[in-house]
């Protein structure tokens, strides 16, 4: 199973496990959050990956633990348990930054927008072209506009010499999953 089929599972588990479909609408908050959450949970710590020692991303930001920035500096280090814990309250914050500003989107499309935020940050994201398209109800634009993002620091990541090839791969999975079930 590959990690988009793997992410879709994840989501489509916690909704069942409340009594619930993917492609069902209206549903409560609360459920929408935990299939948007365990799906995040597969997704983002493999595209992440998980370090303990605090390390430069591509884009020079101080990055600890599976892609947590706020206050890392050179230096800092990690356990386990509080990189959990990093990851938890760095998820819970991206979903509800999502759920509050894209309510009419897919599901699959709320997760892809919450790890593109998770990604980028929040207000890259809400500039966009691609949140603009989503405001719109134009998901299938907006999955398209994932594949605008192939930029690091400047850097093209397209261009395998950049060494940031696994932007491409991450927005390729954003796009298929913001793509799935729409008409």
């Known amino acids: 199973m590959n990690l988009l089929q793997r992410t879709i599972a994840a989501a489509t ?9 993917v492609n069902q609408t209206g549903l409560p ?5 935990a ?15 998980t370090r303990l020692k605090a390390y430069p991303d591509t884009g020079g930001v101080w ?9 890392v500096r050179r230096g800092d280090v990690a356990t386990r348990p509080q990189c959990a814990a990093y990851l938890r309250d760095d ?3 991206v979903v509800s930054w999502v759920l509050q ?3 009419k989107a897919t599901l699959l499309c709320k997760v892809a927008l919450a790890d593109m ?5 929040r207000t890259a994201v809400a500039k966009s072209s691609m949140a603009r398209l989503v405001l719109a109800g134009d998901f299938r634009g907006a999955a398209q506009a994932f594949m605008l993002w192939m930029y690091v620091a400047g850097k093209d990541c397209r261009d395998l010499a950049n060494n940031c090839y696994g932007i491409v791969k991450r927005r390729m999975l954003q796009r298929d999953l913001c793509l799935e079930g729409v008409a």
């Open 13 to 21: 588990l916690a909704l069942t496990a409340a009594g619930f479909t």
């Open 101 to 103: 500003t894209f309510p």
């Open 91 to 93: 998820l819970q914050a």
């Open 29 to 33: 908050v609360e459920v929408e959050r």
């Open 117 to 121: 935020a998770f990604n980028a940050g």
């Open 63 to 71: 990055t600890i633990c599976t892609g947590h920035t706020s206050g």
């Open 35 to 49: 299939a948007i959450i365990g799906a995040l949970m597969v997704m983002t710590p493999e595209l992440e990956g």
